[in-house]
């Protein structure tokens, strides 16, 4: 791995910062207060927030390798590079989605109709 590689991992690891924190945030709550919600909504937020946490850590990571081995022969020149860093994006997207989904489905768990 390449300091440029190292350098874009880490940019990237602080722009998801925020998402890192509002998840570790959020599984800390529902530890303390797991009581207080039914087990459905506990194990959709669990699930919400820890796709989400792990979104935020693995895509950096694995983006700034992939970008390192991709860019090593090519010198950053190759277009398929642009493909592969964009069927990345959505799929780091999509994964998000499944996240954001799974804390709406905690907050109508086990509601009345």
């Not at 919400?48 to 792990?54: N, Q, S, W």
């Amino acid at each position: 791995m390449t300091s440029s590689s190292i350098t874009v991992i880490m940019s990237q690891l602080a722009y998801s910062l925020p998402m890192i924190m509002v998840a570790i945030v959020g599984l800390v709550m529902i530890a303390v207060h797991s009581g207080r919600l039914t087990p459905r909504a506990r194990l959709w937020a669990m699930l919400g927030f820890g796709i989400t946490l792990a979104v935020a850590l693995l895509a950096p990571v694995a983006q700034g390798v992939l970008l390192g081995q991709l860019t090593s022969g090519t010198g950053g020149r190759d277009p398929s590079i642009t493909m592969v860093m964009s069927v990345l994006g959505f799929a780091w997207a999509a994964l998000r989605a499944c996240g954001m989904a799974c804390l709406l489905f905690a907050v109508f768990a086990q509601r009345p109709a």
